[in-house]
């Protein structure tokens, strides 16, 4: 196979794979040339604090933070996050672990 058949069937091979199901991925802020860890997660809303932006969610595992399935609030990114959200809902979401150590929720879909 020629260089350029060669070319066209890896650029082929790439446009035929489907776009992942799971969340965009959202620009990452790097901090001392360190990109912060995000991941997707699944859960169920068990409490929601708007007035502190935090979410209570019930959660599977997040192999990212090594972390196991458990019920933890999440500091919230932005208040519009939670707008529409009631305890009991399904969703998924994207946690980020911000330089502090801390993690917080920076995209949520029901």
Do not use: N
């Amino acid at each position: 196979m020629g260089r350029t058949a060669a070319a066209l069937a890896i650029s082929l091979a790439i446009s035929a794979v489907p776009a992942p199901a799971v969340l965009a991925a959202e620009p990452v802020e790097v901090r001392h040339g360190v990109a912060p860890k995000s991941a997707q997660v699944v859960g169920k809303v068990v409490a929601i604090d708007a007035a502190k932006l935090l979410l209570t969610v019930d959660h599977g595992e997040i192999a990212a933070f090594q972390m196991g399935p458990m019920t933890m609030a999440f500091r919230v990114k932005d208040a519009a996050l939670l707008v529409g959200l009631r305890a009991g809902d399904a969703i998924r979401f994207t946690v980020a672990e911000e330089e502090e150590g801390d993690y917080v929720i920076t995209r949520i879909e029901k």
